[in-house]
């Protein structure tokens, strides 16, 4: 069964200090893994698709990365509209294109 | 990317009531879904939405709860049927283009 565990649950940063958050997935064979930004009360924004291990993307001040056990979100200098819950999801290869969803990390920027 | 509108972007309804979710895909997308989300929890897939056919739904899902529709390859309805207070959260339609799964603005419901 395809899990992802991401941590930590809750992050609390001031303004322009720089952190990672952090998925691990089991999955039997990876199509791809996807992060999303989710604001309260509206459906998940889409950041990034990652494929294969050192694989690397970035946008504004996110950077993710993938290795075969884990991804990271980094964070470069955030800003308060950065607070938002950041979702890993997984596909796996040879399945359907039903994604595995982890609980999120809840993102915290003080100003 | 798809864009994807769904509505009402909000309800409140009466238990033992039904409301019905449209989500609208502005291209052809490979498959489309639907997600339930409880305040503070991850997403909890409801069922896909086949096409022409009776979509397929997830353990604790059941037709005469959540029937589902999807007529053509870019819209689908998500029905709440006899509604109660634990059917209160956000409903969420996604839609999958090549490998990569887009999201409504979803729908949160308060059941009273």
């Known amino acids: 069964e395809d899990q992802v565990t991401q941590s930590p649950e809750a992050l609390r940063l001031q303004e322009g200090e720089s952190s990672s958050l952090n998925c691990s997935y089991t999955?039997?064979?990876?199509?791809?893994l996807f992060w999303y930004r989710q604001d309260p009360g509206k459906g998940p924004e889409f950041l990034f698709t990652?494929?294969?291990a050192g694989e690397e993307k970035e946008k504004e001040r996110l950077k993710a990365t993938l290795t075969k056990k884990e991804s990271f979100l980094h964070i470069t200098a955030p800003k308060p509209e950065d607070s938002a819950t950041y979702l890993c999801a997984v596909q796996a290869a040879g399945g359907s294109y039903i994604p595995t969803f982890g609980r999120g990390t809840s993102l915290i920027v003080h100003p | 990317s798809a864009v994807i509108s769904q509505k009402p972007s909000r309800d409140i309804c009466q238990r033992g009531t039904s409301l019905t979710i449209q989500c609208q895909v502005d291209s052809q997308v490979t498959m489309m879904f639907w997600y339930r989300q409880q305040p503070g929890q991850s997403l909890t897939l409801i069922a896909t939405a086949n096409q022409g056919s009776e979509a397929t739904y997830e353990s604790g899902f059941v037709i005469d709860k959540f029937p589902i529709s999807r007529p053509n390859l870019t819209f689908s309805t998500l029905t709440v049927s006899n509604m109660s207070p634990e059917d209160s959260s956000i409903y969420l339609c996604s839609a999958t283009q090549d490998t990569e799964a887009f999201f409504g603005q979803g729908t949160r419901l308060t059941v009273v």
């Open positions: 990652l494929y294969s």
């Open positions: 999955v039997s064979g990876l199509r791809g």
